[in-house]
T-cell receptor
Framework: GAVVSQHPSWVICKSGTSVKIECRSL??????MFWYRQFPKKSLMLMAT?????????EQGVEKDKFLINHASLTLSTLTVTSAHPEDSSFYIC?????????????FGPGTRLTVL | AQTVTQSQPEMSVQEAETVTLSCTYD???????LFWYKQPPSRQMILVIR??????QNATENRFSVNFQKAAKSFSLKISDSQLGDAAMYFC???????????FGQGTRLTINP
């Protein structure tokens, strides 16, 4: 099966610092990766769509200067939360869409829990 | 654009019994896909079942089946012979064929009573 990893699985940081979260497709190439945010007991909220080699497309209301997304290769996308504040504390999930085969299923990473003190 | 609505925030069922989770959707796309995802306490999203809108036959995966009513824009999930491991959040989702992104419903928390 297709595996997507995220690193770190959890991170605690001080207010004002920046945090980078990595999303990797381990056994397939992904032209498109997605970044979601999930609040406790809530649904997944799409933040941005990341296409390899091009700028990410952000959803309405998501600050692109605060949530920097880089999709440098077909297997790696990163989300950097810049100048993090307590309200950025959340669970961040990435998914990767497989390049070839079938109907381009999305595979999800295990998520990263960010706590900003 | 798509919208997905799950009107049941929580459901519970006795182990070994059958439960149905409801989902309605709206889309302007003529071709689209519908999905049910499971999110257990580990938070890892797992695809349970998918349905291509152009297919009339309801999708089935072992104990999981759907009731796809295209005209009513309804897509319910039936779990037969419920097991303790089925306890999770279940999300219904929709994707237009030409679209990249999934649109999720609000989720239904399923509890299995032993």
């Amino acid at each position: 099966g297709a595996v997507v990893s995220q690193h770190p699985s959890w991170v605690i940081c001080k207010s004002g610092t920046s945090v980078k979260i990595e999303c990797r497709s381990l056994d397939f190439q992904a032209t498109t990766m997605f970044w979601y945010r999930q609040f406790p007991k809530k649904s997944l909220m799409l933040m941005a769509t990341s296409n390899e080699g091009s700028k990410a497309t952000y959803e309405q209301g998501v600050e692109k200067d605060k949530f920097l997304i880089n999709h440098a290769s077909l297997t790696l996308s990163t989300l950097t939360v810049t100048s993090a504040h307590p309200e950025d504390s959340s669970f961040y999930i990435c998914s990767a869409r497989r390049l070839a085969g079938g109907w381009n299923e999305q595979f999800f990473g295990p998520g990263t829990r960010l706590t900003v003190l | 654009a798509q919208t997905v609505t799950q009107s049941q925030p929580e459901m519970s069922v006795q182990e070994a019994e059958t439960v149905t989770l409801s989902c309605t959707y709206d889309t302007s796309e003529s071709d689209y896909y519908l999905f049910w995802y499971k999110q257990p306490p580990s938070r890892q999203m797992i695809l349970v079942i998918r349905q291509e809108a152009y297919k009339q036959q309801n999708a089935t995966e072992n104990r999981f089946s759907v009731n796809f009513q295209k005209a009513a824009k309804s897509f319910s999930l039936k779990i037969s012979d419920s097991q303790l491991g089925d306890a999770a959040m279940y999300f219904c989702a929709c994707k237009g064929q030409g679209a990249q992104k999934l649109v999720f419903g609000q989720g239904t928390r399923l509890t299995i009573n032993p």
